[in-house]
């Protein structure tokens, strides 16, 4: 038997205690049918209800070895997501969420079609009705924004769960950006990819760790991640106002010719009204993506990790 391992699942967790075992043990039978070694590696993002304690509980069975690694504090899924991957040691690589939502046992149909030749193997979710509806109708907005603003397209209900070949986690792996969207990075990397349909389940236990707040964070990061077309609203908008406001001169001018001075209230109100709030707007624009310079510019790690637990340390 060899000793390599062959599929590394990357799980980042927050607060995810009664999941943990619940979800490993689902793992362990899964990966336990296969005739090759795998790793379950937990990303702790700064748990503060013992989630790394519960995954030390956990017991390498006999083809699976359980690794964790804790970060110093609450980094959120994407950089958690990155951290784990940057551990996987496998063939390929399987990303999933810690609730139960990306059910296990649909890793040997993803693995089939990485042995059917595919480096990056997404999933689409069947809209279900344990998603929830409120979920569902934000999500399917916010693809119809970014594939109407972003060169890159999406698949909208995708995740990040996914398998990627060693060859497209090596590529993954350069992506120097701090603010990231994994979902649009990895249909920007190219390679063949493919999608699976699965169902998705409820959350076993908990609450959804993204608010509503971090939900319009991680989109606005991805839109701005994917378009620049929001920099050249303020040009548009400026132009329809200017286009405008030639005539509206014209046709004052022409009243004032005639005598017939307008009492002009009205109009210096709405016009000043306007004017400002598209300049307002645009320079939000412009602040949004001075702040992504900003962000990448200072080029702080990723994370920090705080301790690691199943894993060797490098050299
Ligand atoms: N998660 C994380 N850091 C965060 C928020 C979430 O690692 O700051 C994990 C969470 O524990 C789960 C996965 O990311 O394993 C997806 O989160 P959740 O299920 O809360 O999101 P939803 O399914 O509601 O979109
Ligand atoms: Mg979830």
């Known amino acids: 038997m060899s000793h390599s391992i062959e599929i590394s699942v990357v799980i980042p967790v927050y607060n995810e205690k009664e999941n943990i075992k619940i979800l490993y043990d689902e793992l362990s039978r899964v990966l336990n049918n296969f005739e090759f070694r795998s790793e379950v590696i937990f990303v702790d993002d700064g748990s503060v209800d013992d989630t790394f304690g519960t995954i030390r509980n956990l017991i390498n069975s006999n083809m699976v070895q359980v690794k964790a690694i804790s970060l110093s504090r609450n980094f959120g899924h994407q ?131 993204f608010t509503l707040l971090k939900m319009l964070s991680l989109s606005l990061n991805a839109i701005t991640s994917f378009s620049s077309a929001p920099l050249k609203i303020p040009l548009l908008m400026g132009g329809v106002v200017f286009f405008i406001s030639v005539f509206y001169i014209f046709f004052a001018l022409w009243r004032y010719a005639h005598g017939a001075t307008i009492p002009g209230w009205t109009s210096l109100l709405v016009s000043v009204l306007f004017l400002g709030s598209v300049q307002l707007i645009s320079i939000g624009i412009l602040g949004v993506y001075l702040g992504r310079i900003f962000n990448e510019t200072k080029s702080r790690p990723l994370y920090f990790v705080k301790e690691t637990w199943g894993i060797l340390s490098r050299d």
């Open 79 to 209: 950089i958690a997501l990155t951290a784990g991957l940057e551990q996987a040691k496998g063939k390929v690589a399987i990303s999933l969420d810690g609730d139960m939502q990306h059910p296990p046992s649909v890793i040997p149909e993803l693995y089939k079609k990485y042995l059917d030749g595919y480096d990056i193997v997404n999933t689409i979710r069947r809209d279900d009705e344990k998603v929830g509806v409120f979920k569902q109708m934000s999500s399917g907005l916010f693809y119809k924004i970014f594939n109407f603003l972003s060169p890159t397209r999406i698949e909208s209900a995708t995740a990040d769960f996914r398998l990627l070949s060693r060859k497209a986690l090596d590529a993954f792996l350069q992506f120097p950006e701090k603010d990231r969207f994994i979902r649009g990075m990895v249909v920007w990397m190219g390679f063949s990819q493919t999608y699976i349909s699965y169902k998705a389940d409820a959350r076993r236990k908990g609450n959804s760790k």
